[in-house]
Every structure is written in structure tokens, then in C-alpha cells.
């Protein structure tokens, strides 16, 4: 009797290992006494969490609709399962808030605690209840926690000082997660949808979401065998997903899973018929267009009309042209609530060829220095500098600059703008357009500028112009342009 029971064990649990979506079935069958319905997007989500413990994924997206199963697999089974498999593993998961954290802790501790998977896994006893940082008998366990680092329940006055405390404790868990012996698998960090849907128009936020990540998570974990993996839907161009995609688009694995998809004969197919068939797909479509694209197709767009409707044109290699000139504009910021942004350009009769782009809210002392630097290096001939807000000041500090290095080819010329900006940039956003190449791959070179010029609306409500302010600036000081061709320089 005992042999076989023995033997049973070994079958159930050799097969719920197997794979994530088997344990996910197995348990969830357990808990709720019901089936788990099967999509065919969740063999696809399992295959890739099973890639993960296998060491084959380091960094994993996970784009799909709300109510798609996603958290059920991805975190509460994915992190339960890591659990059975080395009850030493070390995990982090990160939400929204903290509550919604918390409750999906809550949903890994009810995996655990279930009979069947102490009996199957008898080395994975958790300590404690606590649903924000628990741990096991055998040193593993979980710290949950907002992905803002925000405190909840607290009086104001107790909130900076908390969050900071929250801060460093989560940092700390990053560090021990970081040292789990490699070569096994020691736990991950599972984010799952670390902005609310209402949150996502915010730029504010989601750049409070996107440092955070870099600042408590990428910064802190050393080594680069443990697995971040992020589920969440789609929200804006912008959020973390976007963010990720365009700074580092080659080291993260992509499961994007739009609700509808079209099979070998291109007609269109439900991904998930019970949750929601094609009637509810195309009536969703027809009611709310942008959401049904950005949330339920994984597909961000624009909510609102940008400035530069069309795809910049971009070049592998300047032509060789009778005009050559090497150019900067330069838009200095304005006691650090602007950016300054120096601009390199090649000036030709096609167009300008843009070589270089200083972007940054970095104080006068260090962008004087680069911006020198930066017209040295690019060997530029002629630099235009706005005298507003100390412009001139600070153009004479370059210019200083860059004969002690040793440049005595740039000419330095000011200018006092006195024009609008919204309507120079507006007026002349075609033209930008027309006569503007980027080098190949921009958006990874210079990020938050590109991020500036492409989501800049047309409507207001953007948190800074200085990058389409500059870059309207190279095209209005063409020496083609009509008030130019007699005075410019």
C-alpha cells in the first residue's frame, strides 16, 4: 500500500512539473473544484513560463486583455510552481497596488496550503500568513508589493517616511533574490499590470512606474540569471512594455496575444471564445476604437491627434551632395524646468541629416561641458544658439570650451526668439518632416528625445517642447530659407 502511494505521488507530481499549465489545471481543479477552460493562449503563456524555468528566458512580456487568465497562470501558479520545484526560491511581485498584490499573494499561499500540494511537495511550508512578505521552512518565499513603492492606510503625515522604509525593503529582497546560487532555477520577479488602465493617460505616472523600474529593479538585481517577467495589457505607447521595448528592444522576449487573430485562410478567430467571441470582439471594436485597439489588440495608439502624423524618414548612410554643412541648434533650458536640447545636423540641399542630439535636464555646469564636447567630436562649423532664458551666457561658455579643446572650427551664432512656440512648431511641421532624416534606429539612440518629438500633441497638454521646439529650429535656420538667404550668419 505505501509503495503505491509513493508511486502515485511520483506520477502526479512528475506530471504537474511538467509544465505550467499542467500544475495551473491540476490546482486549479483543487482549489475551486472546476475545471480550468483551456485557451489556446494559455498553452502559448505556459510555453513561454516553462522556457523561463528552464533558464532559456531571462526577461519575458506578456501582452493580453484583461480577464484573459493571465494572472492565475502567470503569477499565482507560475510563482506556487516555482515554490514546489525549489522551495528555496526567492520571488518578488509587483502590481499596481499593494492590495492587488497582496491578494494574489494571498492566491500563492492558498496554492500551497492546499493538502494536495503539501503532500506532493512536503519541503514547501510557508512561516507565516502575512501577505506582504512571507517566507518558507526552506528560506524561499514572496515579498508582494505596489510597483510604485506607494503606502497605503496610513495618515499623510507617515507616508513619505513609509515609503521610503518600503523602499529599502524591497531593495533589500532584490539583493537576496540577486544572490540565489545560479544555475537553479532560485525564483523570479513577476510584475503583473504595474499601472491602472486610468493611470496610463498620465505621463507623470507612467514615468514614475518606468524610473521606478530602473531605479529599484534593474539597478539592484546583479546578476543576470534571475527572470523578470511582466503581464499586463497594453495602455499607451509609452507604458512600461513600450518603454522596455525601445530602449532594450533585443533583450526581452515578446508574447504579444490580440483578441483577434485570423487563421490560415485569414477569417477572423476569437483567441479566447469563452471569454469573449467574435459578437463581443467587433461590438467592443465598434463602441470604443482606441480601447479595443490599445488593450484588447496590444496595439497602442495616440488618444489624442499628434503633431507629426507620419513616420520620420530615416538613412543608413548621408549622401554625398554639392551642400555639406555641419550644423547645432541649440535650445537651452530654462532654470532647470526645461531640457536643453542640442541638436547636430548635416545640412545638404535634401534635407538635414541629423548626427548627434543632447537631450537632458541635467544642470548648466555639465551640459556646457558636453555641448562643447558634443560640437568638437561632431566637428560642427556652425552653431545657433537661442539667447532666451541665458542662452548667451551659456553659449559663451561653450564657445570658451571648445577652443580649450581645441576647436577653432566652430562659428557661434545668437539669436533672441521671440516667436511662439506652439505656432512656429505647428506651422512648420511639415516642412520638419519633409526635410528631417534620422539615423536608423534613433529611438534607441536617443530615447526620450524621440519620445518627446513623436508623442508631441498638437492639442497642448505635453510636459515639455523643447525637443520639437529645437528640431523646428534646424529647418527655420536653412540658409534656404526665404528670410535666410540674406542674413543668416
Known sequence: MTTNVIRDIDVIKTWTLSSTLNFTRFFFKQLYKRKFVV????????????????????????????????????????????????????????????????????????IIRDPEFTRLFPGTIPTSRNTQKWSTTAGGGLYAVSSAGQVTGFGAGLVDLEEEDQDDELIKAVEELAAVNPGTFGGAIVIDDPIKPDDARSELIRTKVNQKFETTIRNRVNSRNTPIIIIMQRLDMDDLCGYLQRVEPEAWEVLSLPVLEQDENGKDVALWPFKMDLAEIYKTRELTPWIFETQYMQNPQPLTGLMYEREFKTYDVIPVTRKHTVKAYVDTADTGADFLCSIVYVE????????????????M????SETARQFTRCQVQKAVIESNNGGRGF????????????????????????????????????EVQNLTYFPTGWEHRWPHFWSAIVHYKKDGGNAHDDAPDALTGTVEKRADTPQNLTRFF
Do not use: W
Request: proline fraction near 2%; hydrophobic fraction near 40%; include cysteine.
Open 39 to 110: 485557451g489556446r493562449h494559455h498553452i502559448r503563456i505556459a510555453q513561454a513560463l516553462d522556457r523561463v524555468f528552464r533558464g532559456e528566458v531571462t526577461r519575458l512580456i506578456i501582452n493580453i486583455a484583461p480577464r484573459f487568465g493571465k494572472t492565475e497562470l502567470a503569477v499565482k501558479n507560475f510563482i506556487a510552481m516555482g515554490l514546489g520545484i525549489n522551495p528555496a526560491a526567492k520571488f518578488i511581485h509587483l502590481s499596481y497596488s499593494d492590495g492587488l498584490a497582496r491578494d494574489n499573494s494571498a492566491g500563492v499561499q492558498a
Open 365 to 368: 555646469e555639465v551640459t556646457e
Open 348 to 363: 545638404t540641399e535634401i534635407g538635414n541629416f541629423v548626427t548627434d542630439v543632447i537631450y537632458t535636464d541635467a544642470p
Open 395 to 430: 553659449g559663451r561658455t561653450v564657445e570658451s570650451q571648445c577652443r580649450i579643446l581645441g576647436n577653432k572650427l566652430t562659428a557661434f551664432t545668437f539669436f533672441h526668439q521671440t516667436n511662439n512656440k506652439d505656432v512656429r512648431i505647428f506651422s512648420h511641421s511639415n
